[in-house]
Nanobody, 125 residues
């Protein structure tokens, strides 16, 4: 059973930074590409960032490009999202997700097979 557990959310001011972490069950990083998504109240879940199993080729939503950085530590089974220059519109529940290699589109929530429980990020003006 694949398990993903996010942490690191919180309430911050606009312009602040946060680091989200996602701990994955042992062995998952060998078989999955990983992504971060977010969902604000009343809105659909949207893509934030994704990174392949190997290689330094991340993908970002236009809304976070230049401000957020996704990284993974395969040895520690950890996924991170470094968020800088946070804005009120970044307020949402953030989820990490795992996608089997070669399956679906990296920016589509429906392509992902496993999800964490989410962590709340609130950015006030």
């Amino acid at each position: 059973q694949v398990q993903l557990v996010e942490s690191g959310g919180g309430s911050v001011q606009a312009g602040d930074s946060l680091r989200l972490s996602c701990a994955a069950s042992e062995g998952i990083f060998n078989s999955f590409n990983m992504g971060w998504f977010r969902q604000a109240p009343g809105k659909e879940r949207e893509f934030v960032a994704a990174v392949r199993r190997i290689g330094n080729n991340p993908y970002y939503a236009d809304s976070v490009k230049g401000r957020f950085t996704i990284s993974r530590d395969n040895a520690e089974n950890m996924l991170y999202l470094y968020m800088n220059s946070l804005k009120p519109e970044d307020t949402a529940v953030y989820y990490c997700a795992a996608k089997r290699l070669g399956s679906g589109l990296y920016y589509s929530p429906g392509s992902y097979d496993f999800w964490g429980q989410g962590t709340q990020v609130t950015v006030s003006a």
